[in-house]
């Protein structure tokens, strides 16, 4: 799922600047709609996209805020339908071709995926290509090519050196390949710049433990625990930590 977390600012857009046909009420519910997704209050985000879209049906940046509140919440299929409507009403803009990529990934449309991801990398916005190699990254990962994802997702690393998603991905992708000892240092500079990301800490804890700092890995599980109490990465460390006493 989307890394979609990381960018909703961008993802959810603003309203467009175009809007003299519609009201200020449409206006005001549209930005609205755009704070609701950027807060990750999706399923508000997603009633309120579809209410205003009643009165600004040809707006493609609702049809694709839309979309992320539906790919957020794991509704795929859904996602890529709106997507598709924002492409088809602004074909040019490639953070829309670069979310319906995603979409398509998801569903093991891979060759379609990469037509989006190929159109989107021909932006002349350095965060356009950016997001396009963290994309790619993340579909190679599906794809179970983890060689080409850590390829990509180094790609993204020398646009951006501190990106979040980039580090944590290359990290997976480490991992998977058995390199635990490149994985942890990503993890870690992950964590440097996300302190409070339960699975950038998680992540870390369970590479040191796999490297034998076990004292080391404990940290960071405990920190897992406690970012995230009842969520999916809190009961992860939980569990290793429990099934890992302390000697």
Known sequence: MLAVSAALCTIAGCASQNKSQTSAEVLLNERMAAVLLREGRVREAEQAYREVLRSDARNPELHDGLGVALLTQGRTRESAEEFDRAVKLESGK???????GMARADLGRYAEAEEDFRAADASASPEDRLDVAVSRGRMRQRQGDFAGAEEQ????????AKSFDALLGRGVARESRGNFAAAAEDYLEAVRLQPKSPEANLRLGLALVTLKKKALGRRYLERAVELDPGGDAGTKARLVLESNPES
């Not at 490639?94 to 319906?100: D, E, G, S, T, V």
């Not at 997702?153 to 951006?160: E, I």
Request: proline content about 0%.
């Open 94 to 100: 490639a953070l829309y071709r670069i979310h319906r």
């Open 153 to 160: 997702f180094a790609a993204a690393l020398a646009r951006d």
